[in-house]
């Protein structure tokens, strides 16, 4: 009955809004919760789609030089759960910030900006200077030139095809590198493997440090670079022979020229494996992942996120665990959620819903869409 | 149950129906038994959705994660969750009263959740125990444990009036890595975020506690390693990075409950 009453009540009048945009002109959203897709087509002129209802209005403003894109709700508090589309100009900068936000972009060429608590990032694109932040989500850039700076905590970086100064960080994930090309790299994380792609060029900076977990580098034959590896309760190998003092590497910490050692090349993983390898060579590290990824996509196809999921794979991290966790809990959460709403329906009197049972982790995207479609 | 009726009801009792609208489905309640049954019902609804916003929490999630952060066996306190600002009724009440089974959902499941991760195994847990907590100002070469957060330690920067401390962590930009700066920002912000720690869903705070403490496992598993190895300027420097690592993850923390209002 509620559900049917809430139903009746909301009229979804959704906005489809045309507004043309001078060249310079920066796109700035804010969606607290709802997917915020952008992708760019041939005019000068951004198209507005959002699935909003009667309960509140979208504003497109043109504010000095950004267009910018708020929805309120009509009744005051926090609008429910939008979900937008967006067609841009490929010149134009964009800035997204949003709490329970997820965030694609397709093709963008101008400045990127994406901020967001709960959910993940996806661009490609981007030029000059490209942001993206997430506390709980996964973030992936691709083609993206220029400055690039990546902020994740909770999860994993992916980035490919990327050229220009880089800097990603996280605190519990890995961070995976495809086809870099850049003089000035900047990796950290405390709790995740770093995988890097890429060619070492002439007097370029290569910074990758781990707390625990395996830093995996190629480095072709004829580069120029000197090379430092610092590890403490952690390893070091290598798919080639490399000159140095086996006394010093031994003692886990030594430097090596290769070539005129041009290039400054840090690698260090206080409890992890430094694995050196040719451009070229097996990426284990990654195809693990890959394998990791591929088998919760068939689990989930199926609807099963059991524990059979960890099976030989004791080398997931635990931004994996947390995320497969978390992925698990949600069937549990929409059943509590369904349990609650039932109460409702029959309305006891007197008696509000018990808590629901409780389920491991949940998921912060459900907590904001309860008024979704 | 007559459907064109029932769909009017959650308008009727908030006074939203046009004047012949609102006569003709008083009429109609007069004469049906069963739309008069559930308006009552929806009223009783009301009754009870009007009540949950004064309802405390039942479980007070900052003190579990305080206690495991602590892990100095001393019980951290009850700190009452900040009262929250009285907003304006925004949701029909159908709306408030699904919301308010959500919320009860949501917050059950992470209560426990909160509980259930205790005994979530991982890499980073194998370290040794956090000693009790840290002297702010005194340099620690003798491994001592990285202070936890303690809900109940003083602000020595104090909180912003308004009590979400954006004033005072934006002042903190460019700190020194030298133990007494370290930990007084570590404690300025980490009052901040004591302070704005209300206005942070659930979830946000456990990711934050989360990560926080692989952090601390870090930089004690660092420090650890500086007293048997003190001349070992690798594991200086990988202590000054955790560090800073967990500044910018307090800082952000911070920000987010500052901005979330």
């Known amino acids: 009955m509620v559900t049917t009453l809430l139903l009746a009540l909301m009229v979804i009048t959704p906005t489809d809004q045309t507004v043309p945009v001078a060249k310079g002109t920066k796109l700035d ?18 198209r507005v789609e959002v699935n909003n209802s009667d309960r509140e209005t979208v504003d497109i403003k043109q504010v000095e030089q950004s267009l910018r894109i708020r929805s309120r709700s009509l009744r005051g508090g926090p609008p429910r759960s939008l979900d937008y589309t967006i067609s841009v100009p490929s010149w134009m900068a964009i800035a997204v910030a949003g709490t329970y936000a997820d965030v694609t972009m397709d093709g963008v060429g101008g400045d990127v900006s994406v901020e967001t608590t709960h959910g993940d990032i996806k661009v490609r694109g981007g030029s000059g200077f490209v942001s993206l932040k997430s506390v709980q989500g996964e973030i992936t850039l691709e083609r993206a ?28 994930g890995s961070i995976v590198l495809d086809r870099i090309d850049s003089a000035n790299v900047d990796l950290y994380t405390v709790n995740g493997n770093i995988s890097y792609d890429g060619a070492i060029k002439e007097k370029g900076l290569y910074r990758l440090t781990t707390h625990n ?28 022979p490399l000159a140095g003092d086996d006394a010093q590497r031994r003692n886990k910490r030594f430097t090596v020229t290769l070539g005129n050692g041009s290039a400054h090349l840090e690698l260090e993983s206080f409890g992890g494996t430094i694995a050196l390898r040719r451009p070229g060579d097996p990426r284990p590290e990654t195809e693990r992942k890959r394998r990791s990824d591929r088998e919760k996509d068939k689990e989930k196809e199926k609807g099963n996120l059991g524990p059979a999921m960890l099976d030989g794979r004791a080398h997931l991290d635990i931004g994996e665990e947390v995320a497969r966790a978390m992925a698990e809990a949600q069937p549990e959460i929409d059943a509590a959620i369904a349990d609650a709403m039932a109460e409702f329906e029959v309305v006891l009197p007197g008696v509000m819903p018990m808590p629901p049972r409780p389920s491991p982790l949940p998921r912060p995207k459900a907590a904001p869409r309860p008024f979704s479609r | 149950m007559h459907q064109e009726w029932t769909d009017r009801l959650s308008d009727y009792l908030d006074g939203e129906l046009p004047e012949d609208e609102r006569r003709a489905v008083d009429q109609h309640l007069r004469g049906c038994a069963s739309c008069a049954a559930v308006l009552n019902d929806l009223k009783r609804v009301v009754a009870r959705a009007a009540s949950i916003d004064a309802r405390p929490p039942q479980a007070d999630l900052w003190r579990g994660i305080a206690a495991r952060l602590n892990e100095s066996g001393e019980p951290a306190p009850v700190v009452p969750f900040a ?57 620690r070469q003798d491994g001592g444990a990285e202070p936890a957060i303690r809900l109940d330690s003083p602000v020595s920067l104090g ?103």
Do not use: C
């Open chain 2, 159 to 261: 909180v912003g009036a308004d009590g979400n401390g954006a004033a005072d962590f934006a002042r903190l930009g460019n700190v020194s890595m030298a133990d007494a700066q370290y930990d007084a920002a570590v404690a300025d912000l980490e009052g901040a975020l004591k302070a704005g720690r209300g206005r942070l869903d659930a979830s946000t705070v456990a990711i934050v506690e989360h990560n926080l403490q692989i952090i601390d496992q870090a930089i004690n598993q660092a420090r650890e390693a500086l007293v048997g190895d003190p001349a070992n300027g690798y594991l200086s420097g990988h202590l000054v990075e955790a560090r800073r690592r967990k500044l910018d993850l307090l800082r952000r923390a911070t920000a987010l409950a500052s901005e979330t209002d």
């Open chain 1, 145 to 172: 030139k220029g400055r690039v700076e990546v902020r994740a905590i909770n999860e994993s970086i992916h980035l490919a095809d990327i050229s220009g100064d880089l800097s990603a960080e996280s605190t519990n």
């Open chain 2, 83 to 139: 009262p929250r600002e009285t907003r304006r009724l925004a949701f029909t009440l159908p709306q408030l009263a699904a919301a308010a089974a959500l919320l009860i959902a949501v917050s059950g499941a992470a209560a426990w959740q909160l509980e259930a991760r205790l005994g979530i195994p991982g890499s980073l847990r194998g370290g040794r125990p956090h000693d009790a907590g840290g002297n702010s100002g005194q340099a």
């Open chain 1, 213 to 240: 977990g395996l830093i995996a580098m190629p480095i072709a034959d004829k580069t120029n670079a000197t090379l430092t590896v610092r590890t403490y309760n952690g390893s070091f190998r290598s798919t080639f």
């Open chain 1, 29 to 46: 959203i804010n969606n607290f919760a709802g997917d915020v897709n952008i992708k760019v087509w041939g005019r000068d002129a951004v």
